[in-house]
Protein backbone atom coordinates (compact mmCIF):
# COMPACT_ATOMS: atom_id res chain seq x y z
CA UNK A 1 0.00 0.00 0.00
CA UNK A 2 1.48 3.81 -1.04
CA UNK A 3 0.47 6.78 1.14
CA UNK A 4 -1.13 8.47 -2.32
CA UNK A 5 0.56 11.67 -1.31
CA UNK A 6 3.22 12.90 -4.03
CA UNK A 7 6.25 14.42 -2.62
CA UNK A 8 9.96 15.81 -4.12
CA UNK A 9 12.64 13.67 -2.27
CA UNK A 10 16.12 14.33 -2.30
CA UNK A 11 17.96 11.89 -5.06
CA UNK A 12 21.12 11.59 -2.44
CA UNK A 13 18.75 10.48 0.49
CA UNK A 14 17.58 7.20 -1.63
CA UNK A 15 19.18 3.79 -0.90
CA UNK A 16 19.38 0.81 -3.05
CA UNK A 17 19.66 -1.79 -1.21
CA UNK A 18 21.26 -3.58 -4.10
CA UNK A 19 21.27 -7.40 -2.47
CA UNK A 20 17.57 -7.57 -2.06
CA UNK A 21 16.79 -5.92 -5.12
CA UNK A 22 14.66 -8.75 -7.49
CA UNK A 23 16.87 -6.91 -10.69
CA UNK A 24 20.33 -7.19 -10.15
CA UNK A 25 21.45 -5.04 -13.01
CA UNK A 26 19.62 -2.22 -14.84
CA UNK A 27 19.30 -2.06 -18.62
CA UNK A 28 21.65 0.69 -19.80
CA UNK A 29 19.79 1.22 -22.93
CA UNK A 30 16.34 1.26 -21.01
CA UNK A 31 17.96 3.99 -18.68
CA UNK A 32 19.02 6.16 -21.17
CA UNK A 33 15.30 5.89 -23.11
CA UNK A 34 13.85 6.86 -19.89
CA UNK A 35 16.00 9.64 -19.48
CA UNK A 36 14.78 10.66 -23.09
CA UNK A 37 11.61 10.83 -21.64
CA UNK A 38 11.84 12.30 -18.66
CA UNK A 39 13.45 15.52 -20.64
CA UNK A 40 10.74 15.20 -22.84
CA UNK A 41 7.61 14.29 -21.27
CA UNK A 42 8.46 14.91 -17.06
CA UNK A 43 8.20 12.25 -14.53
CA UNK A 44 4.54 10.66 -14.87
CA UNK A 45 4.63 7.85 -11.95
CA UNK A 46 6.57 8.53 -8.87
CA UNK A 47 9.10 6.04 -7.42
CA UNK A 48 7.86 4.04 -4.27
CA UNK A 49 9.86 4.35 -0.92
CA UNK A 50 9.66 3.95 2.12
CA UNK A 51 9.76 6.35 4.88
CA UNK A 52 13.44 5.35 5.77
CA UNK A 53 14.80 6.25 2.09
CA UNK A 54 14.97 2.67 1.08
CA UNK A 55 13.74 2.74 -2.59
CA UNK A 56 10.67 -0.29 -2.74
CA UNK A 57 9.84 0.69 -6.72
CA UNK A 58 11.69 2.69 -9.64
CA UNK A 59 15.35 2.49 -9.52
CA UNK A 60 15.50 2.56 -13.59
CA UNK A 61 13.57 6.05 -13.12
CA UNK A 62 15.56 6.73 -10.42
CA UNK A 63 18.97 5.88 -12.38
CA UNK A 64 17.80 8.22 -15.38
CA UNK A 65 16.98 10.72 -13.24
CA UNK A 66 20.19 10.89 -11.43
CA UNK A 67 21.90 10.60 -15.45
CA UNK A 68 20.14 13.69 -16.25
CA UNK A 69 21.43 15.36 -12.91
CA UNK A 70 18.55 15.37 -10.82
CA UNK A 71 18.61 16.82 -7.16
CA UNK A 72 15.28 15.32 -6.54
CA UNK A 73 12.64 13.01 -7.74
CA UNK A 74 8.89 12.94 -6.92
CA UNK A 75 8.11 9.86 -4.51
CA UNK A 76 5.79 8.74 -3.05
CA UNK A 77 5.52 6.48 0.68
CA UNK A 78 5.45 2.54 0.47
CA UNK A 79 2.56 2.50 4.02
Given at each position: MTSGIF????????NVDRENRQRKELNEAAVRSLATSLTTIGQ?????????????AGETRL?????LGWDSIMVQFAE
Open positions: KSYPIASIINPIVIERSGNLRAAAKL
